[in-house]
């Protein structure tokens, strides 16, 4: 069974960068697509980054697109995100998600519901 567990929250000022990592124990996470997503209060969870599970290309939501960054990480079994110029905006629960893609068409999941596997999320708290 696989598990998920983000690190790297915390307190980050304005205009600041925000490294986080997804790991994974009981399975190789190589196998799988990823995907990050946040979760403001009172709001739903969205997606906002993807990494394929073969090939490793990824893909950014609109609001992050040209300031982010994802990569997988064997030797570790993590994926990590990076964020830059963060705003109070981005105080928000960041959480990493894993599904086993079908193989053919291998897609971008920026839906929940693709996903089978969760963490429990990483707090990040941007000050101004």
């Known amino acids: 069974q696989l598990q998920l567990v983000e690190s790297g929250g915390g307190l980050v000022q304005t205009g600041g960068s925000l490294r986080l990592s997804c790991a994974a124990s009981?399975?190789?996470?190589?196998?799988?697509?990823i995907g990050w997503f946040r979760q403001a209060p009172g709001r739903e969870r969205e997606a906002f980054s993807c990494?394929?599970?073969?090939?490793?290309?990824?893909k950014f939501a609109d609001s992050v697109k040209g300031r982010s960054s994802i990569s997988r990480v064997n030797t570790k079994n993590t994926v990590d995100l990076r964020l830059d110029n963060l705003t109070p905006k981005n105080t928000v629960l960041y959480s990493c998600?894993?599904?086993?893609?079908?193989?053919?068409?291998?897609?971008?999941?920026?839906?929940?519901?693709?996903?089978?596997?969760w963490g429990q999320g990483t707090p990040v708290t941007v000050s101004s």
């Open positions: 998600a894993a599904y086993t893609p079908d193989r053919l068409t291998n897609p971008f999941a920026f839906l929940k519901s693709a996903y089978d596997y």
């Open positions: 990494l394929k599970a073969i090939g490793d290309n990824s």
């Open positions: 009981g399975v190789m996470l190589a196998n799988y697509a």
